[in-house]
């Protein structure tokens, strides 16, 4: 069975950085895509950034400060964080899942934006 873990979370002032890791660990068949989401308390979670077969995609939000980047060797994928808005503050998730729609999720990290 396929585990998540996210690290990397934290409390930042506006304009800083932060980079969020997403590692997996047992048995892994089949992944084609990794991204990460994020859900804020009394919304809906939302995509942020992923990447399958193709280019990466982005929320219209977070283009030209975040970044993703995944390894299907090491079964991981970062988010880099840069001038982090107190609008980015949020629960975020990492997500595996195959071709087939099998998916994973970790249970979540925590970054906090104050202004």
């Known amino acids: 069975q396929l585990q998540l873990t996210e690290s990397g979370g934290g409390s930042v002032l506006a304009g800083e950085s932060l980079t969020l890791s997403c590692a997996a660990s047992?048995?892994?068949?089949?992944?084609?895509?990794m991204g990460w989401f994020r859900q804020s308390p009394g919304k809906t979670r939302e995509m942020v950034a992923m990447?399958?077969?193709?280019?990466?995609r982005y929320a219209n939000s977070v283009k030209g400060r975040f970044t993703i980047t995944r390894s299907l060797e090491t079964m991981t994928v970062d988010l880099q964080m840069n001038n982090l808005k107190p609008e980015d503050t949020a629960g975020y998730y990492c997500k595996f899942w195959t071709l087939s729609g099998e998916d994973t999720w970790g249970p979540g990290t925590q970054v906090t934006v104050s202004s």
């Open positions: 990447v399958g077969g193709g280019a990466a």
């Open positions: 047992g048995t892994a068949f089949g992944i084609n895509s």
